[in-house]
């Protein structure tokens, strides 16, 4: 069976989820309270971005150095190369930011496709959401829709993520590597996960189910 790969980017590519890192840099005020109130779903994506960088004190290039410093998982590299050498498609999906994805990935010379929402900055940064689900209207970027529309006939589904904007995705997953807010929402909603600390673990979980057979 054919497999394909989601990926989440923050805090599962990256060791460190790249908007928490901007809004901990540049965010003043009460931006702790807003991003309380998307993670109970009751804002929007777009809404919370919007309302935190009206927050933000930098500029385009604080951003870029900022990103500069962010680190990615150690063993996904090699994870792209297991995936490549056996003709896995592989997808990032995000609810973050498309300046983010392409700064990190072209520092570390990696290329790959993925969807995100869309970081302007002009008189000061918003973001632009293309890939909504209007029956939900909380992500900017649904992961659900995309994995319906990429993962092709006969499938098999993997999903990675960690965080909240992967619970939905997750659930229509044949496969689920989880960490974080991720694993214990599908814990607690009895979804089969597989608990993984590092890209290095999910290579070893595959080779092990190929010694089994």
Same mark, same amino acid.
């Given at each position: 069976?054919?497999?394909v790969?989601?990926?989440?980017?923050?805090?599962?590519?990256?060791?460190?989820?790249?908007?928490?890192?901007?809004?901990e840099?540049?965010?003043?005020?009460?931006?702790?309270?807003?991003?309380?109130?998307?993670?109970?779903?009751e804002?929007s994506?777009?809404?919370?971005?919007?309302?935190i960088?009206?927050?933000?004190?930098?500029?385009i290039e604080?951003?870029?150095?900022?990103?500069?410093?962010?680190e990615?998982?150690?063993?996904f590299?090699?994870?792209?190369?297991? #995936? =490549? %050498?056996? @003709?896995? /498609?592989?997808?990032?999906l995000?609810?973050?930011? &498309?300046?983010?994805?392409?700064?990190?990935?072209?520092?570390?010379?990696?290329?790959?496709?993925?969807y995100?929402n869309?970081?302007?900055y002009?008189?000061?940064?918003k973001?632009?959401?293309?890939?909504?689900?209007?029956?939900?209207?909380?992500?900017?970027?649904?992961?659900?829709?995309l994995?319906?529309?990429?993962?092709?006939?006969?499938?098999?589904?993997i999903?990675?993520?960690?965080?909240?904007?992967?619970?939905?995705?997750?659930?229509?997953?044949?496969?689920?590597?989880a960490k974080?807010?991720?694993?214990?929402h #599908? =814990? %607690?909603n @009895?979804? /089969?996960?597989?608990?993984?600390?590092?890209?290095? &673990?999910?290579?070893?979980y595959?080779?092990?189910?190929?010694?089994?057979?």
């Amino acid at each position: 069976m054919e497999k394909v790969f989601f990926v989440d980017f923050d805090g599962t590519v990256t060791k460190k989820d790249t908007c928490v890192a901007m809004i901990e840099a540049f965010a003043g005020g009460n931006w702790r309270e807003i991003n309380e109130a998307w993670e109970r779903k009751e804002i929007s994506t777009e809404e919370c971005a919007n309302m935190i960088f009206r927050l933000f004190r930098a500029g385009i290039e604080d951003i870029r150095k900022l990103l500069d410093g962010i680190e990615i998982d150690g063993h996904f590299k090699d994870f792209l190369s297991f #995936c =490549r %050498e056996r @003709g896995y /498609k592989i997808y990032i999906l995000s609810d973050g930011y &498309d300046f983010c994805i392409e700064t990190v990935f072209k520092k570390h010379g990696i290329e790959l496709p993925y969807y995100a929402n869309k970081m302007v900055y002009g008189n000061g940064f918003k973001i632009e959401c293309f890939r909504p689900n209007p029956a939900c209207g909380i992500c900017g970027t649904c992961k659900t829709k995309l994995i319906e529309e990429l993962k092709g006939d006969g499938s098999q589904v993997i999903y990675i993520g960690d965080g909240y904007s992967d619970t939905c995705p997750a659930m229509k997953a044949d496969v689920v590597f989880a960490k974080g807010v991720l694993y214990r929402h #599908c =814990r %607690e909603n @009895g979804k /089969k996960a597989i608990y993984y600390n590092n890209f290095g &673990d999910i290579i070893n979980y595959f080779f092990q189910i190929k010694k089994s057979l």
